[in-house]
């Protein structure tokens, strides 16, 4: 495979260190003892993922100048043979400034086989930003469930009966089937319907599907089966705040994705656009056709294994990003193909078949229509309101959709965007207001900018809010004190905390070791 080298240093540049997929070391002193770890995890990651040796990541990526790259290479084939199931490697030969640079990409290991080992101690690990973390007793279990089909929501819940279902789902499923099937599943009614459909077997007890499709309160027998949405904290909010509109949601799926919704439109911002008509309307800051969907896809697609029943959809706001995370990787479908081909792979194939049967208790839409047209769906929605496009990572066990906001103003076909009338604060509490130096931060070090602008913090503070390594934290951190956008405060056996630093002092700050 072609490697473009300039485009991936760039790339690393522009995100102030490694990536999920991708591990750079300078190896200047041959083959560092932390590729152990690296091999495994990126082994275990789908799609697998590559290794660059020669690069000094402190250094702005630039190339260490390799003394023997083919003993490089030799060494990283002989430790990857040392794995369980063994690494399998593809080198390439790559320079950078005219010095050599040895490419590994690590490719995925079989499902099959997962997950890879260390055979040396049998450990495990899973990519995380920017480092490796070992497994779980818990996330080792999900990648041995994922060696055969799933068919969890086909399992039945003994302790609910009947009564449990929600009427009046119930009755709109079997109305809907009728008018949309009526020479097939339609032909059936009442108890016979539900059981042909897997909502109940044979025996007349409630499956998983049934009971999170047509449950009155599913949580009763699974109480993380629900969705845990919050915001970040703002500028204007009190110190101390920790999360803004936390809400736990519960109900069976239909439920649970309006009362998303109604969240949605009571925490995104929003923008007062005049229409042509001379209407006046709010734009959320997402589009609520893309949340929607997302949160359609998590709900549908989460993992329903044993391991996973301590694990919540989960929903985060943030100052520049809105993340959707659920537990399970992709089924039958890589990243690379999301949107670009109509793949109607489902891990839940039951309560797939169900929903696209059930519509919104509010609105009356479509619960999903099983056509594989969410993610293109998604696409369009961002395109139109002028924001980038979603990213999506799979981490085997843990799925991950990001939207971002974008700096240049979002046009709205055939309106005319009008800037709210709100007050501004008195005091001006953005970091580049503070310090105009944070506009050329990357985006590891503006977040911290945007929570240091709140208080001092220390690593330990950053690292749940940042939900990043302290390692990539401590490099940001270092960066930005030689820059002078923060001062460290502290250190050599004392706490070191971090605050930014006032554009109309003099001095800078100290070079204290981070």
């Known amino acids: 495979m072609a490697i473009d080298l300039p485009a991936l240093i760039a790339s690393l540049c522009s995100q102030g260190g490694d990536c999920t997929n991708i591990e750079v070391k300078s190896a200047a002193g041959g083959l560092p003892d932390s590729l152990t770890s690296t091999l495994s995890a990126l082994a275990n990651l789908p799609g697998g993922g590559l290794i660059i040796l020669g690069l000094d990541e402190r250094n702005g990526f ?37 010095k050599p640079v040895v490419a590994a990409v690590v490719h995925e290991c079989a499902p099959s086989a997962k997950p890879c080992r260390v055979g040396a101690t049998g450990a495990a690990y899973l990519r995380g930003y920017d480092g490796d973390f070992r497994m779980s007793t818990l996330e080792e279990q999900a990648f041995l469930a994922a060696r055969q089909a799933p068919h969890f929501d086909r399992t039945p819940v003994t302790e609910a009966s009947r009564n449990d279902l929600d009427d009046t789902l119930v009755e709109d499923f079997a109305r809907t089937v009728r008018l949309r099937d009526r020479h097939g599943l339609g032909r059936f009614s009442g108890d016979e319907l539900l059981r042909r459909a897997g909502v109940l077997t044979p025996d007349g007890v409630p499956t998983l599907a049934g009971l999170l499709a047509l449950g009155t309160y599913p949580q009763q027998w699974f109480p993380q089966y629900v969705i845990r949405a919050a915001a970040e ?132 839409s479509r619960v999903i229509e099983a056509l594989a047209t969410g993610i293109p769906t998604i696409a369009h929605a961002l395109e139109t309101n002028g924001l980038p496009p979603a990213q999506y990572s799979d981490m085997g066990i843990r ?84 820059a002078g956008v923060v001062v460290q405060i502290g250190g050599r056996g004392r706490r070191t905390i971090y605050e930014l630093a006032d554009p109309d002092k003099s001095g800078g700050s100290p070079s204290r070791p981070v």
């Open 233 to 364: 904290p703002g500028p204007t909010d009190p110190p101390g705040t920790r999360a803004r509109n936390q809400v736990t949601l519960t109900g069976p799926i239909p439920r649970m994705l309006d009362a998303a919704l109604e969240w949605a439109g009571q925490t995104f911002d929003t923008a007062i656009v005049s229409r042509p008509d001379g209407t006046v309307v709010d734009v959320p800051s997402y589009p609520l056709l893309a949340f929607r969907e997302l949160i359609a896809n998590a709900l549908l697609h989460r993992d329903l294994d044993q391991w996973s029943q301590g694990m919540a959809v989960e929903v985060r706001l943030r100052r520049d990003r809105l993340i959707v995370t659920n537990p399970g990787g992709l089924y039958g479908v890589t990243v690379d193909r999301l949107g670009k081909d109509t793949v109607t792979s489902a891990r839940n194939m039951w309560l797939v078949n169900i929903c696209q049967y059930l519509r919104s208790p509010e609105s009356g």
């Open 62 to 98: 630039r190339p260490t100048g390799l003394p023997d790259p083919q003993k490089l290479k030799q060494g990283l084939a002989q430790k990857a043979r040392s794995f369980t199931p063994p690494v399998q490697l593809t080198f390439e030969d790559a320079t950078a400034d005219g």
């Open 399 to 482: 799925f991950t959709a990001v939207l971002r906001t974008t700096a240049t103003p979002r046009k709205v076909p055939g309106e005319a965007k009008q800037r709210p009338a709100v007050a501004q604060p008195a005091v001006d509490r953005r970091p580049e207001a503070m310090n105009p130096a944070t506009a050329e931060l990357t985006l590891t070090q503006r977040r911290i900018a945007e929570i240091l602008a709140t208080g001092p913090h220390d690593t330990s503070q950053l690292q749940p809010l940042l939900e990043l390594t302290t390692s990539t934290i401590r490099k940001a951190l270092r960066a930005m004190r030689d």
